[in-house]
C-alpha cells in the first residue's frame, strides 16, 4: 500500500519550518556539542510520520501538518512542541531503524512520534552522543527531586524549574519540582566548577575572562620576536538588526575596536583602539572597508593595519625591521618555526631541556595580545604584557611535573590530509599530538577538568547506593551523569584551543569560533584563550566551561520534555552500517537515514578531537605496577576493544570502514581487495562500494512492505549517481518518491569548505525491482506519466525545484521500476540521455503540452526559464542550491554551464544569460549576443542555446524567406541543434507569458518560420 509520503506531502510549509530550525531556532539540545549536518527536526519528523501513515491517512495536508506540529501557529520553531496525541495514536508499536545516525535527529523525532527507534553510528564520538541525546533522558524521566528556590537560583535552574513544576516565578522560599538527572548535572558541575575555582594553580592563572593570542616568531633577519598576526580587528560589532553587508555601508556600530602594534625596544607592543571609548559614544556611524582597512567617521579616516600574515602566499612580514619572513631551511620559515616548538615543547614537558630553552630558543611560542573583559556590562581590552605570558609558562611548568599521566593526550592526529583544510592542515605546522593544540595554560585546564570529572562517577554511585537504590540502576545513572558532563567538557574543548579564531564582527558580539566549525581542523592566528569560568552577557559571547554547562542544562531540559510522556524503546547501537551484525534479527517497518555524502566530512579523523577527551573523562585511571593505565568505566565499548585493549583514536580503527571518500586514507591503509579488484581505501570507488554494501545490509532489515528513506545532499552528479548505483543496481531497490528538502544550514562559518546543498534530495526506496525494458519504451511512458504527476504537484503548490525534484522522483521510479534497462550501456548513459531528459520533457509537456528531448545543457536552460521566478530582476538569478539541484538533474555541471555561457557568476548567484527584462526586445537580445560572444553570421555554435539565441535575432532582423534561407543553411552545418533550439522555441513560447521578452521573441521565430509545416520539429 503506497505511503502519504509517495502521494505527496506539503514541502513547501515542511520546508518554511526547516529553514526556521537554522541559527537561532536550532534545537537546544544541539549546543551540547556540535556535530556536522544535522538534520533538522522539522523535516525529519515530517518523513517519518508520511512514510508510516498510508496514503489516505488525512483528508486535507492541513491537518497532517496541525498533526506534526501542533504548535504551527504559535511558534516559529515547531519542533518546540510535539506531536498531537492522535497522530501517536497511528503510529504506536511502528519500528525505525536510522544505521548512520551521527547526533539523532530522525531517531529523536521518531521517539517523539512514539515510534521505537534504533540508531547506529560506526563511530564511538557519535555513539556517546547519541547515548545522551537519546537514551539518558528517557531513562530517568520520571525521577524528580524537590528543590528549594535558593539552590535552585544557585545552580542556575530557574528556568528548568519554572518549566517544570508550572511556574511563573522562583521565589527562595518557594520549592520546586525538577527532574533528577538535571539537578545532578548542574549539581555536580558546579561541583566541578567550585573545585577548579579552588585549585591553588588554576586560582592564579585567570584575570580575564577571554585572553586573544597567537604566535610569534623570532625573525630570521633582525632575530626579534614578531607577533603573527591574521587580523588586527577585535570588534566590529553592530546593533541587533543591522546584520552583515558592513562593506562600503554606513550603520551604527556599539563597539568598534582594533589593535595597533608598537615598537618599544626590542619588543612589540600592542596598543588598544577603542573608537567608542575615544570618541565617547555608545554608537557610532562609521563606513568600513574592511578589505583597505579604513574606518571613517564624520570625515576622519582612521587606519586598521593590514594582516602581517598571508599563509597562501607563503608570506610573513617582521613588525620590527619590516622584512618579508618567507623561505627557511627546507620550507616556509614561519611553518619551520611553529614545527621547532612543537618539537621543544615535547622535550620540554619530557624533561629534555629546561623552560629557559623553550621559551627563549624555539623559533615560535604562543603569545598573549589583549584580555577581554565585562566590566559593568561593559566590553573592555586590555593589553596583555610579558607579565601575562608568564602564566602561560607557569602552567607549562605544572605540565611538566604531571609528564606521564595518561590524562595528556598523546595520541597522534592522523597523518595524512583528512578534510579540508588543504595546507593549512595542522600536522604540516607540527602539531601532531592532540596535547600540541592548546597552549599550556588551556592544556592544564582541561586536563585538571577531566580529572575532577572522573571523580564525579564515585560520588553519585555512593549517593545512590545510599539511598538504596540497585547496583544497576546506579551505575547507568553515574553513568548519564559523568557523561553529561564528558559532553560539557568536549564543546568547551573545542572551543578553546589554539586553532580557534576571534570572530570580530558577528552582530550580537564578539566570539571565538570554535575548532571544529570548518571541515578540516586548520591552522589559526588571533585564537581564543576563555576563563573557565566566566558567564558573560552583552558584546562578548563566550564558551567557557560554565558557559557549556548552562548550554548542557538547556539542552537536558529540551530533551527530558521532548520525550516526556511517551514510553518509548530507543536503543542506540555501535555497529557498521554495511553489516549491521548487531540487530539480531530485528525487522523494521521504516528505515530513514541520511548517510555520508561522499567527500564531505572525515567523521573519524575530525571528531578524533572530542574522543581523546571523551575516552579519559569517562574511563577509569589505576595504578598497575606504579604505571597510571586507564581502565574501562562509563560506556566501555566505545573506548575499548572486544579483548579490552584501549582504543587508541578512531582513524586508527575505524577509518577504513567509514563510508567516505578521504583519499588521504589510501596512502596509510593501502588497497582493500574487492571482488578480485584492488581498491584504495578512501577512494571514491570504496565509498561506492561501502554505500552499496549499507543498502544491502539495509534491505535485509526492512519489513517485505517497508519504505527506505534516504537524505542526500552532495554537489556532484557523480555523488548522486553513486547513490542510485547502491540503492538501484547493486540491491535491487526501486525509487517510489523524492523531495527537495530544506536541510543544512547555510550558515558561512559551517559552510567553509562544504560541499553540500542547504537541501537534500530526500528519496524513498522500496523492494521489488524486477524484469527489464527497453529505454525508449520506459522513457516514453515515463513522460507520460510524469506530466500527468507534474500537473498534480504544481496544483498541490509544488514550484521551482521542489517541482523539479519531485518529478525527477517520479522519472526514477518509472526506470528503477526494473532490474535492467536494455539499450544503454551504463547508468551514466541511462541517466543523462534518459532518466533527466525524461524529467525535463515531462515538466515541459505539463507546463506546454509539447514534448521534446533535448541536451543537458538545453534541459537546464529550459527548467531555469520555466521554474525560476525571475522576480523583478532583469535576468534570472539562480541560488546555488537551486542551481547546483538543476544540475545534478540535467549532468550538466556549473563549470560547464560557466564556459558554455549559459549561465554567469554575479556576486555569489548565477544569473542565467538569456534577453534581458527590458521594453526593447531588439536592444536586449543584441545586447545578449554581444555579452555571450555570438556572431549572428556564424554557422556553428557551442550549444543548441546559442543557436536559439541567434535565431531569435535574425527573425527580428531579416524577412520570413531569408530567415527560412538562413535556417537550411545552419542545418546543413549543426542540424542536431538547429532543431532542438526550434524545440526549444516551441515550448518557451507556449510556457512564458508575452509579456517576458524571451515569449515575445520565440513567438516571433515560430511565427517567421511557418512552423508546423517543414520545420515541425521531430518528436522524442
Ligand atoms: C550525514 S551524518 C548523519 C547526521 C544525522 N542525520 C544527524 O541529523 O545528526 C552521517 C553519519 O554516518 C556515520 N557513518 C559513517 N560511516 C559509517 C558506517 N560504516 N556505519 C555507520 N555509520 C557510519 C558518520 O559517523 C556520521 O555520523
Ligand atoms: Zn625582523
Redesign the pocket.
Known amino acids: 500500500m503506497p505511503t502519504l509520503f509517495e502521494r505527496g506531502i506539503p514541502i513547501d510549509a515542511i520546508n518554511d519550518y526547516s529553514s526556521a530550525e537554522k541559527g537561532p531556532g536550532r534545537p537546544p539540545h544541539w549546543e551540547m556539542a556540535f556535530?556536522?549536518?544535522?538534520?533538522p527536526l522539522a523535516g525529519?519528523r515530517a518523513i517519518i510520520a508520511a512514510s508510516l501513515l498510508p496514503d489516505n491517512a488525512y483528508q486535507s495536508m492541513e491537518s497532517f501538518l496541525n498533526d506534526l506540529f501542533p504548535c504551527k501557529n504559535e511558534k516559529k520553531t515547531v519542533h518546540s512542541c510535539n506531536p498531537s496525541p492522535r497522530l501517536i495514536e497511528k503510529l504506536r508499536g511502528k519500528k525505525l531503524l536510522?544505521?548512520?545516525?551521527?547526533?539523532?535527529?530522525?531517531p529523536l523525532e521518531a521517539s517523539r512520534l512514539s515510534v521505537d527507534a534504533v540508531a547506529?553510528?560506526?563511530?564511538p564520538t557519535?555513539y556517546v552522543f547519541l547515548k545522551a541525546v537519546l537514551e539518558y533522558p528517557r531513562l530517568f524521566s520520571d525521577k524528580f527531586v524537590e528543590v528549594d528556590g535558593k539552590t535552585v537560583k544557585e545552580l542556575g535552574l530557574e528556568e528548568v524549574a519554572k518549566q517544570f513544576s508550572g511556574r511563573r516565578e522562583v521565589s527562595e522560599s518557594g520549592r520546586y519540582r525538577v527532574p533528577m538527572l538535571i539537578f545532578d548535572v548542574a549539581r555536580w558541575g558546579s561541583w566541578v566548577i567550585n573545585r577548579l575555582r579552588e585549585d591553588p594553580v588554576i586560582r592564579d592563572l585567570y584575570d580575564a575572562d577571554v585572553y586573544i593570542g597567537t604566535w610569534e616568531v623570532r625573525c630570521p633577519h633582525c632575530g626579534r620576536w614578531t607577533p603573527i598576526v591574521g587580523n588586527w580587528w577585535l570588534a566590529r560589532v553592530g546593533g541587533a538588526d543591522s546584520e552583515e553587508e558592513e562593506e562600503g555601508g554606513r550603520r551604527g556600530f556599539e563597539r568598534l575596536a582594533w589593535m595597533e602594534p608598537q615598537k618599544v625596544g626590542n619588543e612589540i607592543m600592542i596598543k588598544i583602539r577603542d573608537l567608542n571609548r575615544e570618541l565617547n559614544r555608545k554608537s557610532i556611524r562609521a563606513t568600513i572597508n574592511t578589505r583597505a582597512g579604513t574606518v571613517t567617521v564624520e570625515g576622519t579616516v582612521y587606519r586598521v593595519p593590514q594582516p602581517n600574515i598571508d599563509a597562501r602566499r607563503e608570506v610573513a612580514t617582521c613588525l620590527h625591521c619590516g622584512n618579508q619572513i618567507r623561505k627557511g631551511k627546507a620550507d616556509w620559515y614561519v611553518k619551520e618555526a611553529l614545527r621547532d616548538w612543537s618539537t621543544k615543547l615535547e622535550q620540554y614537558l619530557s624533561g629534555v631541556i629546561d623552560l629557559n630553552k623553550l621559551i627563549n630558543e624555539s623559533l615560535a611560542r604562543p603569545r598573549l595580545l589583549v584580555k577581554v573583559k565585562i566590566i559593568n556590562g561593559n566590553l573592555v581590552f586590555e593589553p596583555a604584557t610579558r607579565d601575562d605570558d608568564e602564566k602561560l609558562w607557569k602552567a607549562a611548568e605544572e605540565l611538566r611535573k604531571m609528564w606521564g599521566d595518561p590524562d595528556i593526550p598523546t595520541e597522534m592526529f592522523a597523518p595524512y590530509q583528512a578534510g579540508t583544510a588543504g595546507t593549512f592542515k595542522i600536522t604540516l605546522w607540527g602539531f601532531d599530538k592532540f596535547y600540541k593544540l592548546f597552549n599550556p595554560r588551556q592544556l592544564l585546564t582541561l586536563i585538571k577538568l577531566v580529572k575532577l570529572i572522573r571523580q564525579i562517577g564515585h560520588m553519585v554511585e555512593e549517593e545512590k547506593l545510599k539511598e538504596g537504590w540497585n547496583s544497576e540502576d546506579v551505575r547507568k545513572y553515574a553513568g548519564a551523569v559523568t557523561i553529561y558532563l564528558a559532553i560539557a567538557l568536549a564543546r568547551f574543548v573545542d572551543h578553546n584551543n589554539s586553532v580557534t579564531l576571534l570572530h570580530p564582527s558577528n552582530p550580537m558580539g564578539i566570539e571565538i569560533a570554535h575548532a571544529l566549525s570548518m571541515r578540516g581542523i586548520a591552522m589559526q592566528w588571533n585564537w581564543g584563550d576563555t576563563n573557565p569560568f566566566v558567564i558573560t552577557r552583552g558584546l562578548l559571547r563566550t564558551n567557557s566551561f560554565s558557559k557549556c554547562l548552562e548550554k548542557e542544562i538547556e539542552a537536558l531540559a529540551y530533551l527530558v520534555s521532548a520525550v516526556s510522556g511517551s514510553s518509548i524503546r530507543v536503543k542506540v547501537l555501535l555497529?557498521?552500517?554495511?553489516e549491521l551484525s548487531k540487530l539480531e534479527g530485528e525487522k523494521f517497518d521504516v528505515i530513514v537515514?541520511?548517510?555520508?555524502?561522499r567527500d564531505d566530512?572525515a567523521?573519524?579523523e575530525l571528531s578524533d578531537f572530542y574522543y581523546v577527551w571523551l575516552k579519559r573523562a569517562l574511563s577509569e585511571v589505576a595504578d598497575v605496577g606504579g604505571v597510571l593505565v586507564r581502565k574501562p568505566r562509563f560506556l566501555p565499548e566505545a573506548f575499548f576493544d572486544e579483548f579490552g585493549n584501549e582504543i587508541d583514536t578512531q582513524w586508527k580503527r575505524f577509518a577504513v570502514?567509514?563510508?567516505?571518500e578521504v583519499e588521504g586514507r589510501s596512502k596509510l591503509f593501502g588497497n582493500k581487495n574487492i571482488n578480485d579488484k584492488k581498491v584504495p581505501v578512501g577512494s571514491f570507488d570504496y565509498f561506492k562500494y561501502?554505500l552499496s554494501e549499507?543498502f544491502k545490509a539495509m534491505v535485509t532489515r526492512l519489513k517485505d512492505d517497508g519504505v527506505l528513506v534516504t537524505?542526500y545532499a552532495h554537489t556532484s552528479p557523480d555523488a548522486w549517481e553513486a547513490l542510485l548505483e547502491a540503492g538501484w543496481q547493486r540491491t535491487g531497490l526501486r525509487i517510489s518518491a523524492a523531495y527537495a528538502l530544506a536541510t543544512e544550514s547555510p550558515q558561512r562559518v559551517t559552510a567553509r569548505g562544504a560541499t553540500t546543498l542547504d537541501m537534500s534530495i530526500v528519496v524513498a526506496w522500496r523492494r521489488g525491482a524486477s524484469g527489464e525494458a527497453l529505454a525508449d519504451e520506459v522513457y516514453a511512458k515515463a513522460v507520460e506519466l510524469c506530466s500527468e504527476e507534474a500537473s498534480g504537484y504544481r496544483r498541490q503548490g509544488y514550484d521551482g525545484v521542489n517541482l523539479f525534484v519531485a518529478v525527477l522522483g517520479c522519472a526514477l521510479s518509472q526506470f528503477t521500476q526494473y532490474r535492467k534497462i536494455v539499450g544503454v550501456k551504463g547508468l551514466g548513459e541511462l541517466v543523462e540521455r534518459y532518466i533527466y531528459p525524461a524529467t525535463a520533457a515531462a515538466i515541459a509537456k505539463s507546463l506546454a503540452g509539447a514534448e521534446t528531448k533535448l541536451s543537458p545543457v538545453s534541459q537546464f536552460y529550459l527548467l531555469a526559464k520555466v521554474l525560476i521566478d525571475r522576480g523583478r530582476a532583469q535576468r534570472r538569478r539562480l541560488d546555488r542550491t537551486s542551481a547546483v539541484i538543476l544540475s545534478i538533474g540535467t549532468r550538466a555541471t556549473i563549470d560547464q554551464l560557466r564556459a558554455l555561457r549559459v549561465i554567469e557568476k554575479a556576486d555569489g548567484d548565477l544569473t542565467l544569460l538569456e534577453p534581458a527584462q527590458s521594453r526593447d526586445r531588439r536592444t536586449s537580445i543584441e545586447e545578449l549576443l554581444r555579452e555571450k560572444g555570438l556572431n549572428p553570421q556564424a554557422t556553428t555554435f557551442r550549444t543548441a542555446v546559442d543557436v536559439l539565441h541567434v535565431l531569435e535575432y535574425l527573425a527580428l532582423v531579416l524577412k520570413s524567406d531569408e530567415l527560412k534561407r538562413r535556417v537550411d543553411e545552419l542545418r546543413t552545418r549543426s542540424g542536431a541543434m538547429v532543431d532542438e533550439a526550434i524545440g526549444l522555441a516551441k515550448i518557451l513560447a507556449k510556457v512564458l507569458s508575452p509579456e517576458e521578452v524571451e515569449g515575445n521573441l520565440t513567438q516571433k521565430l515560430l511565427d517567421s518560420l511557418g512552423v508546423g509545416g517543414i520545420y515541425e520539429f521531430a518528436k522524442g
Open positions: 556535530w556536522w549536518t544535522r538534520k525529519a536510522d544505521p548512520f545516525a551521527g547526533f539523532g535527529s530522525i547506529v553510528d560506526l563511530l557519535a555497529d557498521d552500517a554495511s537515514t541520511d548517510p555520508p555524502y566530512v567523521y573519524g570502514r567509514e563510508i567516505s561501502l549499507s537524505y
